[in-house]
């Protein structure tokens, strides 16, 4: 069967939301998942878009997505993609969505000059580990991923007068 890759539209809000609870059920992680289809809509087509999306299709159903967006390498001075979430469904597993899913944004961060295609994932999903090097991607073990959020953002941000 023939993948599709197509960026996403607004009208996609209601799908790209039911693909990131998939993955957040996946994850084990289903209780973060804060996003609403109009929060998605601002943040993806809005004024100023924070990512993009694009969706796989396999015949007529939604097979994945990626979303992803900008990062910059302060050492190549190049920009690069940043790839926050890849999801294939399970029943669409192992018959190439999420290599072509890959291929399409390696694609992408050539053609926008990109330096680099990067992304975490779990320690844990070792099936998507083993996929990744199986493509050539190299695990970047000496870094240890950093996070500020909820208070600890709040409390570092504070007042603009601070």
């Known amino acids: 069967m023939t993948i599709r890759i197509k960026p996403a539209t607004p009208a996609d809000a209601p799908i790209i939301l039911q693909l990131i609870r998939e993955l957040a059920e996946f994850e084990r992680l289903l209780d973060e ?16 878009p924070g990512a993009e999306v694009v969706i796989a299709r396999m015949g007529d159903e939604v097979a994945g997505f990626a979303l992803f967006f900008h990062n910059f390498s302060t050492f190549l001075a190049k920009p690069g993609i940043y790839l926050e979430d890849l999801y294939v469904r399970q029943k669409f597993r192992g018959q190439g969505c999420g290599e072509a899913l890959l291929r399409h944004l390696a694609r992408l961060a050539l053609e926008r000059g990109c330096g680099r295609l990067e992304w975490s994932v ?3 999903n070792v099936r998507a580990i ?25 409390k570092l941000g504070g007042s603009a007068n601070d």
């Open 130 to 154: 083993d996929f990744y090097k199986s493509l050539g991607a190299v695990p970047m073990d000496q870094w240890t991923v950093h996070r500020l959020s909820g208070d600890a953002l709040v």
């Open 33 to 48: 998942v804060q996003a609403t289809e109009e929060q998605l809509r601002e943040q993806l087509f809005g004024l100023r």
């Open 122 to 124: 779990l320690d844990w």
